[in-house]
């Protein structure tokens, strides 16, 4: 797939100054630029790769004056960087504009589907499911029965959603991830065993959601575990029943959140995060990478550790936990004397 300068000028609202005809098939890094390439310069620590870079076109901001000859083609906009981004968005729907349904594939009765559904090869469709409008589900994917899907979403391969799951529009679920798997619930038996009780309710998502690979949300044991509008989840974490994360928050990897746990809007939650169950977290939390909470967190706390405390709190203390063999030597020394 090519563009020329002209082109990708015109989606960008910028202004060519070279080649208008120049063509592009691919992008790059500006220090790693190849003729066909399209990169940009956004940062004023590259600007010396502006004058040997070979890629064909670059994106530079509107200010940008050369100081030397360059041989790229520029095209000059608001912001290079925003504008870059926009074109990688632009780029991705047009790689992702797909329709079809590929056979092998399975479609149950009862089933409804909108204008431009891609249906991968080897994919499967429970009985009584909705999808929406410009839905892409990618090649062996499972959609059990009786789930909704919104306008607008993307399957990759291999996601699972099982039944009763809800999904609402401009979703993103990538590889193996699982939607409405059951929650963790069993019962002790006197003889020692365990009892698994059923899990008999769903998984709401709500819209702009996108979950990462490997990701797995369970559905509650009654009711719904439920993911807010906006949220942002990254891969393999674990969401268990009865769970809650409110808008706009975003959870980076191998975090674990224990049953009927829930988290407020505006959440940062850095990776390998472990959550006890029936918590009740704030707000515009911010939670740093390795903690553990244990505890229920107010509005815009900043927490570290395990079991987490503030975060100030933490920075001190770890001056002092680093020491703490040659501060036990003194005291000995000290009991000594």
Do not use: W
Request: proline share 2%.
């Amino acid at each position: 797939m090519k563009f020329t300068a002209a082109q990708i000028a015109g989606i960008l609202e910028g202004e060519v100054v070279g080649d208008p005809n120049a063509e592009v098939y691919k992008l790059s890094k500006i220090e790693e630029g190849t003729e066909g390439s399209l990169t940009f310069l956004a940062n004023s620590k590259y600007i010396n790769f502006i004058y040997t870079t070979q890629a064909t076109i670059t994106i530079v901001n509107a200010t940008f004056v050369p100081e030397q000859s360059i041989t790229t083609t520029l095209i000059k906009v608001e912001d290079a960087y925003q504008s870059f981004s926009k074109l990688l968005d632009y780029y991705n729907q047009i790689k992702l504009m797909k329709s079809g349904i590929e056979q092998p594939s399975v479609i149950s009765e009862g089933v409804t589907y909108g204008s431009d559904l891609y249906l991968g090869s080897f994919s499967y469709i429970g009985k009584n499911v909705t999808i929406g409008n410009n839905v892409k589900i990618y090649p062996n994917s499972f959609i059990g029965d009786n789930v909704t899907i919104g306008n607008n979403c993307v399957f990759f391969a291999g996601v699972r959603i099982y039944s009763e799951s809800i999904i609402g529009t401009n979703c993103i679920i990538h590889s193996g991830a699982i939607i409405g798997s059951d929650g963790f619930g069993f019962a002790p038996q006197e003889d020692g065993t365990y009892k698994k009780v059923p899990q008999i309710g769903n998984v709401i998502i709500e819209d702009d959601v996108e979950i990462g690979s490997c990701t797995t949300i369970d559905r509650a044991t009654l009711g719904s575990t439920i993911i807010r509008k906006g949220v942002k989840l990254d891969n393999h974490i674990q969401v268990a029943h009865n769970v809650e994360i409110g808008e706009n928050t975003v959870i980076a990897a191998h975090t674990g959140i224990a049953g009927s746990t829930k988290i407020g809007k505006n959440g940062m939650i850095g990776g390998q995060v472990g959550f006890a169950g029936h918590l009740i977290i704030g707000d515009n939390v911010k939670i740093q990478g390795q903690s553990g909470i244990a505890r229920n967190l107010s509005d815009g706390e900043v927490v570290q550790g395990t079991p987490a405390f503030t975060y100030g709190d933490f920075a001190k203390s770890y001056v002092h936990f680093k020491n703490l063999p040659k501060i036990v030597s003194e005291l000995e020394q000290l009991k000594k004397q």
